[in-house]
Structure formats: structure tokens, C-alpha cells
């Protein structure tokens, strides 16, 4: 069975520095990962994917994420914050063989002026 | 606009009722994915119909059923309602099967008083 975690549950940054959030999955097969985005009153959009090619992804709206195997992470970074960027991020993982996608808790963004 | 529409957005019954959430997928999308998001559950997965097909199924109670109809919209039934049932469930859809890259719809919120 897979399963994420992400850590924190609240972030709170400034207007134009680092935002980091932290997931980190397990999976028994390799996996496929997601970082999904809901604004306010929203359905979910995804941000972007990690299927097993380049373990740098880059997404959109600025955002990227690293693959790590060796420490089963898949952290989000985005260089400088925009107060466009409050929202609440999921990370997702499905395994390579399967079709049930598992989501973290969600970590709550805001940016503060 | 993410192209999937669920009806009705707000949704308030008694327990013991049923009822039926709706949702129509992107144009040419084939698959469509059920979520239950709650605050003490969290995003999870339900249910994902392919082309009419059930192709795999999650964390749905036997008194949830969900089908595809043959112009691809599909329908959650869920019946028998508790208290705990109130959630906002999402639709998403893509155009096969997407291994958790879908499109998300804006949800349908589900008060149970």
C-alpha cells in the first residue's frame, strides 16, 4: 500500500521568499507523484508530475519539484512567494502498477504582505 | 475552468435520505473519478470508471454506488445518509486512464442534518 505524508499543515511566508513544502511518500512499487493546488471554493489543479523520467519537475505558476528516491521525497519549492500562491497544496501518490491515488493531508499556504 | 461540472454544488438532506451527486467530464474525456474530501478523512479516493467500466475502487461504503453512463457522464448514488457522510465530493476526469493526473471539478458540498 502507498501512503503520503506532508509535513506541516500550515505554512506561512512572506512576499517573495522561499516556499517549501515537504511530502514524503511510500510505495512498494515505483511510484508516480503529484503536487495538486485548491484555492478557495475550488475543485483541485494539478501543479505538476513526477512519472519516472527527469527528477527535477517543473510545474506551473513557477513551481518545481526534486525527486528523491533515496530519501522518498518530493518536495515543492517555488524561489519567491505571491500572495496568489494562498492555497491549499495536496501531494498525491499512485504506484506505477495501480490506479488508486492517495493523497497527503494538504498543507495550508498563506503569504503574508 | 476546469471543463468538468458537478451538480447540484450544494446539496442539504436528513439522514437516512439518498441522494445523487452528477457530473459530466471534459469533452472526450473517457475517464471519471470520484473524491471524498472531509476534514477528518481528508481527500480520498472513491471510485474510477472508464468508459462505462468500473476500473478501480477505494475507500467507497457499500451504500455508496457510483455508474458511467453510455454519453459518459456518470452518477454517485449515495444512500442510507449518516451525519459523517457530509463531505465535498469531487469529480475529476481525463482521457484515459490518467494514473492520477485528472481534472478536477468544483464539487459538490453534501450537508447530512
Known amino acids: 500500500a502507498q501512503s503520503v505524508t506532508q509535513l506541516g499543515s500550515h505554512v506561512s511566508v512572506s512576499e517573495g521568499a522561499l516556499v517549501l513544502l515537504r511530502c514524503n511518500y511510500s510505495s512498494s512499487v515505483p511510484p508516480y507523484l503529484f503536487w495538486y493546488v485548491q484555492y478557495p471554493n475550488q475543485g483541485l489543479q494539478l501543479l505538476l508530475k513526477y512519472t519516472s523520467a527527469a527528477t527535477l519537475v517543473k510545474g506551473i505558476n513557477g513551481f518545481e519539484a526534486e525527486f528523491k528516491k533515496s530519501e522518498t521525497s518530493f518536495h515543492l519549492t517555488k524561489p519567491s512567494a505571491h500572495m496568489s500562491d494562498a492555497a491549499e497544496y495536496f501531494c498525491a501518490v499512485i504506484p506505477s502498477n495501480d490506479y488508486k491515488l492517495s493523497f497527503g493531508a494538504g498543507t495550508t499556504v498563506t503569504v503574508r504582505a | 475552468d476546469s471543463g468538468v461540472t458537478q451538480t447540484p454544488k450544494h446539496l442539504i438532506t436528513a439522514t437516512g435520505q439518498r441522494v445523487t451527486l452528477r457530473c459530466s467530464p471534459r469533452?472526450?474525456?473517457?475517464?471519471v473519478y470520484w473524491y471524498q474530501q472531509s476534514l477528518d478523512q481528508g481527500l480520498q479516493f472513491l471510485i474510477q470508471?472508464?468508459?462505462?467500466?468500473?476500473?478501480a475502487k477505494g475507500n467507497i461504503l457499500e451504500r455508496f454506488s457510483a455508474q458511467q453512463f453510455p454519453d459518459l457522464h456518470s452518477e454517485l448514488n449515495l444512500s442510507s445518509l449518516e451525519l459523517g457522510d457530509s463531505a465535498l465530493y469531487f469529480c475529476?476526469?481525463?482521457?484515459?486512464?490518467?494514473?492520477?493526473?485528472?481534472?478536477f471539478g468544483q464539487g459538490t458540498r453534501l450537508t447530512v442534518v
Open positions: 470508471y472508464y468508459n462505462g467500466e468500473e476500473r
Open positions: 469533452s472526450g474525456d473517457l475517464s
Open positions: 475529476a476526469s481525463s482521457v484515459g486512464d490518467s494514473r492520477g493526473e485528472a481534472f
